[in-house]
């Protein structure tokens, strides 16, 4: 039998509420998803301006990020140059995506959830999401 690790809802929290502290602090708004190893959602939360479209994006990002043990920017970096990896129909699921934002939480080098936001650049998505990874990862 194996047991496999998984983030819980103080810790996701805990990751949300750093996220939104710190968007709010670049006076952004955005869509922020947290979710379990295997990309289910633990909690999420969508501050007031974001985009009603980030909301299934973030989750989706999440979802991707935990599934397939990367970054979601690593899956659209292969899927824009179809040479080098395939397209995004190749994963057989529309919940995945390949916009940068969704990234996972290792612990023991296991990945036990993941950290997305979505409603901004990629680069500040990435940016708060990693935020939230460094901390539960740190934990």
């Known amino acids: ?3 496999l690790q998984t983030l819980d809802y103080s810790e996701a929290k805990r990751a949300l509420d750093l996220v939104v502290e710190k968007a709010l602090q670049m006076q952004k708004a955005a869509a922020v998803a947290v979710a379990d190893s295997h990309g289910d959602l633990i909690c999420f939360a969508r501050m007031d301006g974001a985009p009603v479209s980030s909301i299934r994006i973030a989750m989706n990002k999440a979802w991707t990020a935990a599934r397939e043990r990367k970054p979601t920017r690593e899956i ?3 899927i ?3 040479e080098k990896g395939h397209d995004i129909a190749y994963y057989g ?3 995945y995506v390949g916009w940068g934002g969704g990234i996972p939480v290792r612990k023991n080098g296991e990945v036990v959830g993941a950290v ?3 409603g901004l650049s990629s680069t500040e998505d990435i940016t708060l999401a990693t935020l939230g990874v460094e ?3 740190n934990s």
């Open 80 to 82: 824009k140059h179809p």
């Open 135 to 137: 901390l539960l990862a």
């Open 1 to 3: 039998m194996r047991t």
């Open 76 to 78: 659209g970096e292969k």
């Open 93 to 95: 699921d529309p919940n």
């Open 116 to 118: 997305a936001v979505s």
